[in-house]
């Protein structure tokens, strides 16, 4: 296997862990919970700053792969992070929840049926 072709596998088994523990973070919660809950709303936003990270260096280094796999919405997870970063307190706990409740578990669906797809060799 190419460097190239590890980098990009561990990329997406990277950004499937973090989907993963986002899930367990909210596992049981409510969206009025999770308002209310500081500590969480900065955990789950730190794992979407760094699966938006992922899926930058994904876009960048793998340009081909990320257009083959638009359904995985790599400039919009590029976008979220970007809105979390500029300023933390500002971002609406409403929209964290939607990433975390409604977004995460679809694109974590998509990662790894993508995942086992690769892995049977495309």
Known sequence: MSRDLDRLLD????????????GAFI???TAEGFRADRLLQRAVSM????????ASDILKRSP???ADHPEIGW?????????IQRDL??????VLWFAASDT??????????L???HAQGE
Request: charged share 20%; proline share 4%.
């Open 89 to 94: 307190s500002s971002v609406d706990p409403a």
């Open 64 to 66: 081909d792969f990320a």
């Open 115 to 117: 995942r086992h797809f």
């Open 11 to 22: 990329s997406i088994n990277h950004m499937t862990e973090m989907f993963t523990e986002t």
């Open 75 to 83: 400039t919009e997870l590029v976008g979220l992070r970007d809105h």
């Open 47 to 54: 794992d979407l700053v760094i699966i938006g990270e992922i």
């Open 104 to 113: 995460v578990p679809q694109l974590l669906s998509q990662l790894r049926a």
């Open 27 to 29: 596992e049981g919660m």
